[in-house]
């Protein structure tokens, strides 16, 4: 996404232009780039004509994300001239240097100081106190109720399709008193939805030995079960993203039907045949994972569960495809988002040796796939229909507007479209009686 945001007053300040491509990890990234220019003195141009210096945040996940991050490089180059690229394409910078030799400087992911180093150089700091004050909660690209808290960096997994080890590094968890300090100071600037992410979220703090960290009166330990207890206690939604299934995530479930953190698990178990998890290098007993679901639904039937699954991977038969739309029925994923498999450079993948799945076949699969979890998702929603539903407004309307419920997250899933006789604004959480339900959405009328 690209920003032109709101800018201060001070003509004589420096302006910088963003751009944030990728996952919500980079945005947090964004984040916390944005938030440190902001604090040295530099504004943030509506535009890159109008900027100083452009920064580029790129993702290199897929060839189409790194074809998107070489796209917008070219247009802050033709817009602007002066541009810094960092992210996860900026680990391989040959590629880069290769389409757009007259980058100032590339940085990969995470690599903050560098970053600033090479605005620094490009466009040096306009010093001034009064200017280089800065909210408390930094410079966030999200709507101001809800943010996104990431709680690691890196992932100890080494799935054969993945390159983020090599882009990110390993597991490396922030300190619990560093996760809740930063969650209370945006909760206290209203923020009313905690969105905790990772690369794996339920393996956090496995490399700091679940150390303990002073927050407030207490120690809380760098664990998941402890870190998502205390995060609920904060008084807004605490959504869990990419959580691995792990057999302690059954902990967190208890919290849930307590009410501390949302009824919502996002978990990637991107297939259900066994061969293709195996190769893969993903957990293979998905039966074993069905028992768990059903167990998880009998504590708190309200749960949602979001999942991500590739079709096309190499030596996909018909057979295991089959086998995915089956354990999907039993399932039945809330939600779901499918993508057709894309070689990626350097992935293990790669070096199988399996047979390559034609485009038309994956192409195919996709779309029956897609068929297939639209009758499910249609099913889960309209036996919601007839209830009262807590919802958060994300866009108001003159009389209708969109909000998700606690069952979704913004962006990524459906929305709520409510009718209201009084007014409502972004941020407000309201009772919403469901009137009727599609494949992905809900309508009804705030109550």
């Given at each position: 996404m690209s920003f032109p945001l709101p800018a201060r007053t001070a003509p004589s300040a420096p302006r910088i232009s963003f751009v944030s491509l990728g996952c919500p990890k980079a945005l947090v990234d964004s984040e916390r780039i944005l938030t440190r220019l902001r604090a040295e003195g530099y504004e943030l141009a509506r535009s890159h004509a109008g900027a100083d210096a452009v920064i580029v945040n790129t993702c290199g996940?897929?060839?189409?994300?790194?074809?998107?991050?070489?796209?917008?490089?070219?247009?802050?180059?033709?817009?602007?001239?002066?541009?810094?690229?960092?992210?996860?394409?900026?680990?391989?910078?040959?590629?880069?240097?290769a389409a757009h030799?007259?980058?100032?400087?590339?940085?990969?992911?995470?690599?903050?100081?560098?970053?600033?180093?090479?605005v620094h150089e490009a466009v040096p700091p306009a010093h001034d106190p009064l200017l280089d004050l800065v909210p408390a909660q930094g410079i966030k690209l999200t709507p101001r109720h809800y943010a996104y808290v990431k709680i690691s960096e890196g992932c100890n997994n080494?799935?054969?399709?993945?390159?983020?080890?090599?882009?990110?590094?390993?597991?490396?968890?922030?300190?619990?008193?560093?996760?809740?300090?930063?969650?209370e100071r945006l909760v206290k600037a209203g923020v009313k939805e905690l969105l905790v992410i990772s690369q794996d979220t339920s393996a956090y703090g496995v490399d700091l030995r679940y150390a303990e960290s002073q927050f407030a009166d207490r120690a809380v330990r760098a664990k998941f079960i402890d870190l998502a207890r205390e995060l609920g206690q904060l008084g807004a939604w605490v959504r869990l993203h990419y959580v691995y299934p792990y057999p302690h995530v059954d902990e967190v479930i208890g919290l849930m039907s307590g009410g501390l953190v949302l009824?919502?698990?996002?978990?990637?178990?991107?297939?259900?045949?066994?061969?293709?998890?195996?190769?893969?290098?993903?957990?293979?007993?998905?039966?074993?994972?069905?028992?768990?679901?059903?167990?998880?639904?009998?504590?708190?039937?309200?749960?949602?569960?979001?999942?991500?699954?590739?079709?096309?991977?190499?030596?996909?038969?018909?057979?295991?495809?089959?086998?995915?739309?089956?354990?999907?029925?039993?399932?039945?994923?809330?939600?779901?988002?499918?993508?057709?498999?894309?070689?990626?450079?350097?992935?293990?993948?790669?070096?199988?040796?399996?047979?390559?799945?034609?485009?038309?076949?994956?192409?195919?699969?996709?779309?029956?796939?897609?068929?297939?979890?639209?009758?499910?998702?249609?099913?889960?929603?309209?036996?919601?229909?007839?209830?009262?539903?807590?919802?958060?407004?994300?866009?108001?309307?003159?009389?209708?507007?969109k909000g998700r419920s606690q069952f979704d997250a913004p962006e990524i899933d459906g929305v709520v479209h409510v009718t209201s006789r009084r007014p409502?604004?972004?941020?407000?959480?309201?009772?919403?009686?469901?009137?009727?339900?599609?494949?992905?959405?809900?309508?009804?009328?705030?109550?």
């Amino acid at each position: 996404m690209s920003f032109p945001l709101p800018a201060r007053t001070a003509p004589s300040a420096p302006r910088i232009s963003f751009v944030s491509l990728g996952c919500p990890k980079a945005l947090v990234d964004s984040e916390r780039i944005l938030t440190r220019l902001r604090a040295e003195g530099y504004e943030l141009a509506r535009s890159h004509a109008g900027a100083d210096a452009v920064i580029v945040n790129t993702c290199g996940f897929l060839d189409s994300a790194k074809a998107e991050s070489l796209d917008a490089i070219g247009a802050a180059l033709n817009e602007n001239g002066k541009v810094i690229v960092t992210g996860c394409m900026g680990a391989e910078p040959g590629s880069i240097r290769a389409a757009h030799p007259n980058v100032l400087a590339i940085t990969g992911p995470q690599a903050y100081e560098a970053v600033l180093e090479a605005v620094h150089e490009a466009v040096p700091p306009a010093h001034d106190p009064l200017l280089d004050l800065v909210p408390a909660q930094g410079i966030k690209l999200t709507p101001r109720h809800y943010a996104y808290v990431k709680i690691s960096e890196g992932c100890n997994n080494r799935c054969t399709f993945c390159i983020i080890p090599k882009l990110r590094g390993d597991l490396v968890s922030r300190p619990a008193a560093e996760v809740l300090r930063e969650a209370e100071r945006l909760v206290k600037a209203g923020v009313k939805e905690l969105l905790v992410i990772s690369q794996d979220t339920s393996a956090y703090g496995v490399d700091l030995r679940y150390a303990e960290s002073q927050f407030a009166d207490r120690a809380v330990r760098a664990k998941f079960i402890d870190l998502a207890r205390e995060l609920g206690q904060l008084g807004a939604w605490v959504r869990l993203h990419y959580v691995y299934p792990y057999p302690h995530v059954d902990e967190v479930i208890g919290l849930m039907s307590g009410g501390l953190v949302l009824p919502y698990l996002d978990i990637p178990f991107q297939h259900a045949s066994p061969s293709v998890l195996k190769a893969m290098r993903r957990p293979g007993n998905q039966e074993k994972t069905l028992d768990r679901i059903r167990a998880w639904r009998a504590a708190v039937p309200d749960l949602a569960i979001r999942s991500t699954f590739v079709v096309g991977f190499p030596g996909e038969t018909e057979e295991d495809f089959a086998l995915l739309l089956d354990w999907l029925s039993e399932a039945k994923i809330d939600r779901l988002g499918a993508f057709k498999y894309e070689p990626v450079a350097g992935a293990p993948a790669n070096d199988l040796g399996l047979p390559v799945v034609p485009d038309e076949v994956k192409a195919q699969r996709w779309h029956r796939l897609m068929a297939h979890q639209q009758r499910i998702s249609a099913k889960r929603l309209a036996s919601k229909v007839g209830r009262r539903l807590p919802v958060i407004i994300d866009t108001p309307g003159a009389s209708i507007s969109k909000g998700r419920s606690q069952f979704d997250a913004p962006e990524i899933d459906g929305v709520v479209h409510v009718t209201s006789r009084r007014p409502l604004r972004a941020g407000d959480i309201v009772s919403v009686k469901i009137e009727r339900a599609d494949a992905y959405d809900l309508h009804g009328v705030a109550v």
